[in-house]
């Protein structure tokens, strides 16, 4: 067992503390976001006329009503959660049955553009051979599902009761998906403040032909390194805070969203490397593409986007349980990465599972999403429009641009407190874990069966 554990912490709602990482964290973060406002309004006193004027074309009564902007985003966050409740009703009750739909989800829509080529004609029968790599996703799905439900299906199985205790938590400690939520907006607010400062103090960066020199250019570097930064902390922090919310939850607790972001400040110091690690590694795959991109060689080209791909692939792997280590085991960011790459490589084919059939299982509930939207937009298109087409095709792909909100929403939360929820029950069944757990008794019962199910069928 680890000599720390954060529902120590928790219980005495005592964290450790951090003030010289937080006070440095400010700084940074006041610096970015002063200046980007700086900027902006700068940009508006210049091209105000011109972005009213775009708005007015569009809409002119949103351009003379601007604040509806404001409400329409407060109700597609408040729809957001709603529906991301309803995903968890139904994650919760379908569990297992979601990466059976997703699977058969993922092959129709693999296998299906080959069967649409050959049908039209645009592809012959005959021909299909010389035409193969455009089958290459399709047999990669077909093989992928046939592995799932044969070799690995008890692991499957498994996988299908964490999918309902997802479901169950996000129902419970509905503050799971606040940090999400929040990361998605400052994402947006982040990129819309770095291209204000580009725009505003360094607009000749932006010509095609633009040639970059690093004694002339230096703030465009610090720049793009500090919108980085800024970025992924922010996203490192949420994810922090929604992983320790989950982790108390399933130590027995009743936790707040305040506990979570305690729990994530007491982890800061880690965080904070973590994230400068994560911008390097950015950074190095930026530079790689750039680099292939100027080649004139096709293979050098289709190289350096694979080597981009392969360590952006490598870190994710490296990382899979870095964050909720470190959270619940107040590790630092060396020590939790190590940790995480320790548990990737002993339970290799359960994190595989996540990311080819849980995933697939999430995507139906995202999709279901999208559907929903483009139903609603539809029947409001027509009503508003009186029957009209054109209009009511236009209000659906509106309302389907929306539907990304509540389905990324939802895409990441459930992946935040699916990989917590699977490092819990790793650390439980080696024994690392002890005492009471959230699992009901009969998903406990279910659990541990397709658990030694599936070690037994991994050790014969």
């Known amino acids: 067992m680890t000599s720390v554990d954060l529902i120590d912490y928790h219980e005495k709602q005592k964290y450790p503390s951090h003030k010289g990482a937080i006070a440095g964290l400010l700084i940074v973060f006041g610096a970015f976001v002063g200046l980007g406002m700086y900027a902006l309004w700068n940009l508006w006193l210049v091209y105000e006329a ?214 994530s400040l007491g982890v800061i110091g880690g965080l904070v490397v973590l994230s400068i690690m994560s911008v390097i590694i950015a950074l190095v795959r930026l530079i790689i593409s750039a680099v292939a991109r100027r080649s004139s060689n096709v293979f050098a080209r289709g190289a350096g986007a694979a080597a981009s791909g392969i360590i952006a692939w490598v870190w994710m792997l490296v990382n899979y349980f870095t964050i909720p280590a470190m959270v619940a085991e107040d590790l630092s960011a060396t020590k939790a990465i190590k940790r995480s790459a320790g548990l990737v490589r002993k339970n290799f084919v359960d994190v595989m599972i996540k990311e080819t059939a849980v995933r697939w299982g999430f995507s139906v509930l995202a999709f279901m999403m999208f ?48 990989v917590t929820l699977l490092y819990v029950f790793i650390r439980r069944k080696e024994g690392d874990i002890a005492g009471k757990t959230a699992i009901p008794s009969a998903m406990t019962q279910e659990l541990d069966r397709a658990y030694d199910r599936a070690q037994g069928s991994g050790q014969s």
Do not use: C, H
């Not at 592809?123 to 299909?128: M, Y």
């Not at 298109?381 to 209000?395: A, K, Q, R």
């Not at 929306?402 to 990441?412: K, T």
């Open 50 to 263: 011109d972005i009213t004027s775009i708005i007015g074309s569009i809409s002119p009564y949103l351009a003379d009503n601007l604040w509806l902007l404001a409400v329409g985003l407060g109700a597609i966050i408040v729809l957001s959660i709603g529906l991301g409740l309803g995903a968890s009703m139904a994650a919760r009750r379908l569990g297992g049955t979601l990466i059976y739909i997703g699977a058969g989800v993922m092959n129709l829509l693999t296998w299906g553009l080959v069967i649409f080529l050959v049908i039209s004609g645009a592809i012959p029968l005959a021909a299909l051979g010389t035409a193969w790599p455009i089958m290459i996703p399709g047999i990669f799905t077909l093989l992928i599902t046939v592995l799932l439900f044969t070799v690995f299906k008890d692991r499957v199985r498994r996988a299908g009761e964490i999918i309902k205790l997802t479901g169950q938590v996000t129902l419970d400690e509905k503050g799971t998906f606040v940090p999400p939520l929040l990361t998605m907006i400052f994402t947006l607010v982040s990129a819309v403040l770095f291209a204000g400062i580009i725009v505003f103090f360094m607009p000749q960066v932006l010509a095609p032909d633009y040639e970059f020199i690093l004694e002339r250019d230096w703030g465009y570097i610090i720049g793009i390194v500090v919108y980085l930064f800024v970025t992924i902390f922010f996203y490192n922090f949420a994810y922090s805070t929604t992983s320790a919310i989950t982790y108390i939850y399933m130590r027995g607790q009743d936790p707040s969203l305040g506990d979570g972001v305690k729990a």
């Open 371 to 418: 559907i929903g939207f483009a139903a609603f937009g539809g029947l409001f298109g027509w009503i508003y429009s009186g029957g009209d087409i054109f209009t009511t095709l236009l209000v659906v792909i509106v309302f389907t641009v929306f539907a990304a909100i509540p389905s990324a929403l939802v895409l990441r939360t459930f992946d935040i407190v699916y």
